[in-house]
């Protein structure tokens, strides 16, 4: 046990100056008896951005999917400001695009299809939609099904239809892995651009350590299974973000810190084995 490691009670957690928005509590999770998550607490800042960053497999994707819903919990809780997850207006971009959209649906339909659940009339669709188009600076047909889109395209029609709804939280896992450079840049900054009109509380997935950092305003580290919190690595650089902040002072040092964390659990791992 390496004595510098935090500890993952929500009482140490974000030295981000803001109030908790989701927090989880005693969370327990094991697949085929093998422990994931033991008595898990954690509390996500509020109009924050905080990306997760950690080994393969060591459950980023599984904490996000049992934040949103999408996997039952063994055993704990989920708040957002207080509220269960029926009570909250949430956003999940899943990392495979491809079986994300309604194939047999055209883009402007997989963005409309959350707004139509939540009962919004034509008028009130067509309008939302509209905003997205002209936010997002779209040029290509909305009218086209999806195998008819680029993947970045197709990307961008999922991101759309995640902020349709105007969600509080917007969960991201590996948004942009998929995409080519030119692509992931400009989506990047899409995201900050939302990020910075909506101050919609963000959970970003990303194995790219750049990415983590450069959009996060907290970079959660995490162990390899079973997963604690190795530490909270803070990046307060002013935004927008740009081009230029990935050479500042304080994001070399910002990466430099979670490259130690990242390492120190990866060997605390092989000393283990
Ligand atoms: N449905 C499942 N059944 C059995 N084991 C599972 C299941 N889903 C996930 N796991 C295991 O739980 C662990 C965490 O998986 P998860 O996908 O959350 O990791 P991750 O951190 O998102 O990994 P990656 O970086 O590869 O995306 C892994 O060891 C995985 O094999
Ligand atoms: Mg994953």
Same mark, same amino acid.
């Given at each position: ?13 974000? =030295? ?29 800042? =509020? ?42 207006v949430?956003g ?9 959209l309604f194939?047999?649906k055209r883009a402007i339909d997989n963005i409309r299809y959350p707004l139509k659940i939540a009962g919004k009339s034509a008028g009130e669709c067509n309008a939302r939609t509209e905003e997205l188009v002209q936010s997002f600076d779209i040029r290509f047909d909305l009218n086209r099904y999806p195998?008819?889109l680029?993947?970045?395209q197709?990307?961008l029609v999922s991101i759309m239809r995640s902020l349709a709804v105007h969600p ?21 900054? =899409?995201?900050?651009?939302i990020?910075?009109?909506t ?55 910002? =990466? ?18």
């Open positions: 046990m390496n004595a510098a490691m935090s500890p993952d009670l929500a009482s140490v957690s974000s =030295k981000v100056d803001a109030v908790p928005h989701i927090t989880i509590r005693g969370l327990t999770k094991s697949f085929a008896g093998q422990p994931l998550y033991t008595n898990f607490n954690l509390d996500f800042p =509020k109009g924050r951005i905080t990306s997760i960053f950690g080994p393969n497999g060591c459950g980023k994707s599984t904490m996000i999917n049992m934040a949103a819903g999408l996997l039952p919990m063994d055993s704990g809780e989920v708040l957002f400001d207080g509220k269960p997850l029926s009570q909250t949430i999940y971009v899943f990392q495979n695009y491809r079986d994300a194939p047999w195998y008819e680029s993947g970045g197709q990307q509080e939280v917007l969960f991201l896992d590996e948004p942009f892995s998929a995409l080519d450079y030119e692509m992931t840049l400009f989506m990047r900054d =899409k995201l900050q651009d990020f910075e009109a101050g919609t509380t963000m959970i970003l997935v990303s194995h790219d350590l750049d990415e983590a950092v450069y959009l996060a305003d907290e970079v959660l580290m995490l162990t390899r299974r079973p997963t604690r919190i190795a530490e909270r690595v803070v990046f307060d650089a002013p935004r927008p973000r740009t081009p230029a902040t990935l050479t500042s002072d304080a994001f070399t040092r910002a =990466k430099a810190r979670c490259l130690d964390v990242f390492q120190r659990e990866v060997s605390a791992r092989e000393l283990a084995l």
